[in-house]
């Protein structure tokens, strides 16, 4: 099974200023067809997991443009370039590339 | 407006059996693959099964595999995940998820099966 590990597992971050997860693959995501199989999830507190990014750095429909993914190898990166408080919750990676589907522990976002 | 809601969920004893149910709007269910993920209370998300547009591959967790169905029905835009067998570590929300590029792009409310005696 390919094994996702998150980092940091909660983060407080001041409203206005960036945020940056990682997540770690235990092998590689890459599809034949050229895109990583990895995605990102936040879970606001009392809802459904909504999706963010897809293919390791495309926004979902509807999401703000502070949202970024990137890959490099089998390190995968979401960053929020200005924390807002609407942005709190959990935050997870999932790679969507063979199963079992895995998902990273999660990180715990909060605002200070 | 795309929308997935799950229903079915329940409290039920050890050994007890379930059938969830997830019924799809505003998309043409019939071309996307389709899954069930669960989160236990206070804990992360698991894959549970995951099935291709025509039905004809299914794919499910070790440790549900022999005890949990998964189907579809596109005439109805449904999905069902029979459960038998159940035991403790069943416990969770279950929400069913819209399989696109990858990633699971919609989300239901989930529904949350309790086993316990």
Partial sequence: DIVMTQSPLSLSVTPGEPASISCRSS???????????????LQKPGQ?????????SNRASGVPDRFSGSASGTDFTLKISRVEAEDVGV?????????????????????? | EVQLVESGGDLVQPGGSLRLSCI??????SHFWMGWIRQAPRKGLEWVAT??????NKYYVDSVKGRFSFSRDDA?????????????????VY????????AYDIWGQGTMVTVSS
């Fill in chain 2, 51 to 56: 099935m291709n547009p025509d039905g004809s």
């Fill in chain 1, 27 to 41: 092998r590689s995501l890459l599809h034949s067809d050229g895109f990583n199989f990895l995605s990102w999830y």
């Fill in chain 1, 48 to 56: 459904s997991p909504q999706l963010l990014i897809y293919l390791g």
């Fill in chain 2, 24 to 29: 799809a709007s505003g998309f043409t269910f």
């Fill in chain 2, 76 to 92: 109805k835009r449904s999905l069902y995940l029979q459960m038998n067998s159940l035991r403790a570590d069943d416990t969770a």
């Fill in chain 2, 95 to 102: 929400y069913c998820g819209r399989g696109n590029q990858g």
């Fill in chain 1, 91 to 112: 935050y997870f990676c999932m790679q969507g590339l063979q199963v079992p589907v895995t998902f990273g522990q999660g990180t715990r976002l909060e605002t200070k």
